[in-house]
């Protein structure tokens, strides 16, 4: 059906009575002015951003001509408008996560990495192999989008947008394009086997003739060879021709010299009627390889499906409410912060807001993992991606799309996958030169037996060029390794740097900081002395003004006794480990450890007493000291963090040392909370430095240490650490140093990380192995004659399988571990000995 109106769909112009542009779009023939606003409306639809005309407010501009040097439409995607989706714009640069099309091995992303690099004013490139993804940021007073797409179209690939739902579109038509090619070359395979089969027990008449028939048959069979490479085998020419435009050597390069090394031996053999004929080998090479592909493509699928898990939380429409109350639905990325938005039952939300009205229970697992609902009321912050299990809300928008924390997770995911374990890194570099090699070891192969017997070097050179398997090379690591990433992120545990899974497993050591991290972040006053004579809240006062901008876990037990920050503390300054430091009207106050506050001298015997009976009980004591004397005492109290006791059960089951406690906190204090868990090894009064000789002579001792704090004091332990675990509530610093977050907070997650860890670097040393093995294994004897190219076609698709399907081994449960299935298909990771309760 055609759209009534008589304006241009796309510039709202007027519409010549004889104009025949007309384009479906939302489902309904659309009629345009002219034929550049059609090709921009085609544009946009075929890039999977139809939505930007289902939640446009105003028509677009009248379509023209793209500048010289770009091709039509790219112009499109400088907009403001358009890139307010995926575009993230930090001032002096801007940032996209773009799909690339026709990304067949991780040389491919190599090529596109080192040409985009080359580029005048892109400041960084980063590239995912399993997801065909690329992140660029560019700086937008040199470059714009539209020359970054118009880069990457110049060496044959094609960019796009990132967008869960158009990758889904892609992925759908790229396995329709891969099943029907697989299904033609099956279908006319059969014929070419049979006719095969016929000749392999007849032979040639006293004069060296073929029967009739048989020459009646290779001409068949060259005719359906012919037609499967045309159709069913055009992307390993067209990937083969690409790699050769872009001075490159790619996977493809050897699939197409050995398959056109066969094909014109056939082509010879079948026209002089004379000689072997190879036309079996190539159809059913074309065939194996085509399933080995569509097998290795559904491998990378699920390991992006995986990390796009973060990308499909957040809904794209929203209920935005206006100041009268009125109710209405707009796209998600048009919400400013300060607007406010209407969330009803069942609804997950779009931004980043705290509630203003109602209240109700939130499911925060399609993000955290942890699947118990928390109640969230008038004041409380709702995170993207949350659902609304009871009540309707209304929710003051405060970030939205990339700056949402959904859009932060993928971008920390996304970086961490961008910093590979050394393996990987190793094998990609070793699949780009193992091309050349084979190219070399071919050549090498038809002078040896051109010398030696000339009519075998034709199906040995054959045999070499397509036996070898850099694919199961390449394939080794990223498939597996993106895959333990999404197991990581389901689980609620985000790896910021995935070289952690190589050190994290084959850790041994782990040291834990005390407040914060064993003790959970709700601190409470509990005792108070006033030894100087000063009022009670005149105290809490000056303490809550020196804590005012820490971060430090007991700063909120201050700032929330509900006493106002005295304004007179200035030149404040935090000491790491120590305590805080400021000044009011000329005297020096401190707020810290006894030693830090009131200096080396003891305290007296009352008071000593009493700091003594503070620590029995387990409490956290905090001197308030002006000019050195003491002028209030505070007595804190904290709980043992969630999944404490787990964790020590679950890391103990790993193999793991007992794990020390290392804090600055009173040794008696930190004896105790260590004492509940049943850990012997518990030092209290370390200073940062401390912390740092400790690790670091555990490091000179042969143990690989993993570091567990969230304090500004644990920063420099954190970066030393071979691992290093800190939490989403963390300092910025202490996440800086880290190389997993746990969103939930929950320590039980870190066993099953380290076992995941354990797994993952398990499967890809595996994986190398055997492909290693098999190509050390397989070019020599193919390289002797002991491998006709028939059976090459079946090894190197077999290797190429055995690599993907050993790496899809990490969608299942842990070993020896329970699996459950999240809301959307991931699986948590949960092993019964290491956690008390039911996964998530």
């Not at 007179?568 to 000329?586: D, H, N, S």
Request: aromatic share 6%.
């Amino acid at each position: 059906m055609t759209e009534p109106h008589t304006g241009c769909f796309h510039c709202g112009q007027p519409v010549p009575p004889n104009g025949q542009w007309v384009l479906e779009v939302l489902g309904e023939g659309r009629r345009f002015c002219c034929a550049g606003c059609e090709a921009v409306a085609r544009t946009i639809v075929d890039n999977g951003l139809a939505d930007y005309y289902r939640h446009r407010t105003a028509p677009g501009r009248q379509g023209r001509e793209s500048s010289p040097g770009l091709p039509e439409g790219l112009e499109l995607f400088d907009r403001e408008d358009m890139q307010r989706s995926f575009v993230r714009d930090g001032g002096r640069w801007r940032e996209a996560s773009l799909i690339l099309e026709e990304v067949r091995c991780a040389a491919c992303l190599w090529l596109s990495e080192r040409h985009l690099r080359s580029q005048p004013g892109v400041l960084d490139v980063d590239m995912d192999f399993t997801g065909a993804r690329a992140r660029v940021r560019w700086d937008p007073a040199v470059t714009r989008l539209s020359t970054v797409l118009a880069a990457i179209g110049e060496i044959g690939y094609t960019a796009h947008p990132y967008d869960p739902a158009h990758r889904r579109e892609l992925d759908r038509d790229q396995r329709r394009r891969s099943m029907s090619r697989i299904v033609f070359a099956a279908v006319l395979g059969m014929p070419v086997m049979q006719f095969s089969l016929a000749t392999y027990v007849s032979d040639v008449d006293v004069h060296g003739q073929l029967p009739l028939w048989v020459e009646l048959g290779r001409w068949c069979m060259l005719l359906a060879v012919t037609a499967i490479l045309a159709y069913a085998g055009q992307e390993f020419f067209l990937g083969a021709w690409r790699d050769v435009r872009g001075g490159r050597l790619g996977m493809d390069v050897p699939i197409v010299a050995g398959l056109s090394a066969a094909w014109l031996g056939s082509l010879w053999g079948t026209v002089n009627a004379t000689g072997e004929v190879y036309l079996d080998s190539i159809a059913m090479f074309v065939l194996f390889v085509l399933a080995a592909r569509a097998y290795e493509l559904r491998g990378r699928r699920t390991a992006a499906a995986a990390l796009d898990r973060l990308a499909r939380v957040t809904p794209e429409v929203a209920r935005r409410v206006a100041p009268d109350g009125r109710e209405e639905r707009v796209a998600a990325v048009d919400l400013v912060p300060g607007e406010r938005v209407r969330l009803r039952p069942g609804e997950v939300s779009a931004v980043d807001g705290v509630v203003v009205e109602g209240s109700s229970d939130f499911d925060e697992s399609l993000l955290t993992g942890e699947s118990r609902p928390v109640p969230k009321g008038p004041g409380a912050r709702v995170v993207a991606g949350s659902c609304n299990r009871e009540q309707p809300v209304e929710l003051e928008v405060e970030r939205v799309g990339p700056d949402s924390t959904a859009g932060e997770v993928g971008r920390l995911l996304e970086r961490g996958l961008a910093a590979r374990p050394r393996y990987t890194a190793l094998a990609a570099r070793a699949a780009r030169w193992f091309v050349a090699v084979v190219l070399v070891a071919a050549a090498a192969t038809a002078a040896t037996w051109l010398w030696l017997d000339p009519a075998r070097a034709l199906p040995h050179t054959i045999a070499v060029l397509i036996v070898t398997c850099p694919c199961a090379l390449a394939l080794a690591t990223p498939v597996a390794v993106a895959l333990g990433a999404g197991r990581l992120a389901a689980a609620g545990v985000l790896p910021l740097d995935m070289r952690v899974i190589e050190t994290l497993a084959r850790a041994d050591t782990v040291a834990l900081d005390k407040t914060g991290t064993l003790t959970d972040a709700g601190f409470t006053i509990l005792r108070m002395e006033l030894p100087g004579g000063e009022d009670r809240d005149g105290a809490l006062a000056i303490a809550t003004a020196l804590e005012r901008d820490s971060s430090h876990p007991l700063a909120e037990a201050f700032r929330a006794s509900g006493i106002e920050a005295d304004g007179a503390v200035t030149a404040v300054r935090m000491v790491p480990g120590k305590g805080v430091a400021g000044c009011r009207r000329g005297a020096r106050w401190r707020l810290g450890t006894w030693e830090f506050a009131a200096g080396p001298t003891a305290p007296a015997a009352p008071l000593q007493g009493l700091l003594e009976s503070w620590r029995d009980e387990g409490l956290t004591v905090c001197a308030l000291a002006r000019d050195g004397q003491p002028v209030a005492l505070f007595g804190l109290s904290d709980g043992l963090r969630a999944g404490a006791p787990e964790m020590v059960r679950g890391l103990e089951v790993l193999g793991f040392r007992r794990p020390t406690v290392l804090s600055g906190d009173h040794p008696r204090a930190v004896r105790r909370v260590a004492g509940d868990l049943g850990l012997a090894d518990a030092r209290g009064g370390m200073t940062p430095a401390d912390k740092l000789d400790w690790i670091r002579g555990q490091q000179a001792a042969g143990h690989r240490v993993v570091m567990v704090g969230d304090g500004l004091n644990d920063a420099p332990t954190l970066a030393a650490a071979d691992a290093s675990i800190s939490f989403a509530a963390a300092t910025r610093l202490a996440q800086y140093h880290s190389q997993l977050m746990l969103l939930t907070g929950d320590l039980a997650a870190i066993p099953g990380a380290v076992a995941l860890a354990r797994r993952t670097r398990r499967i890809v040393l595996q994986n190398l192995a055997w492909a290693g093995a098999y190509n050390l294994t397989a070019m020599p004897l193919a390289f002797m004659g002991l491998v006709p190219p028939w059976a090459a076609a079946i090894g190197m698709s077999v290797s190429s399988l055995l690599v993907v399907a050993n790496a899809m081994r990490l969608r299942s449960g842990l070993e020896g571990a329970a699996s459950t299935p999240f809301a959307d298909g991931a699986t948590a990771m949960a092993e019964p000995v290491i956690r008390g309760r039911p996964a998530p």
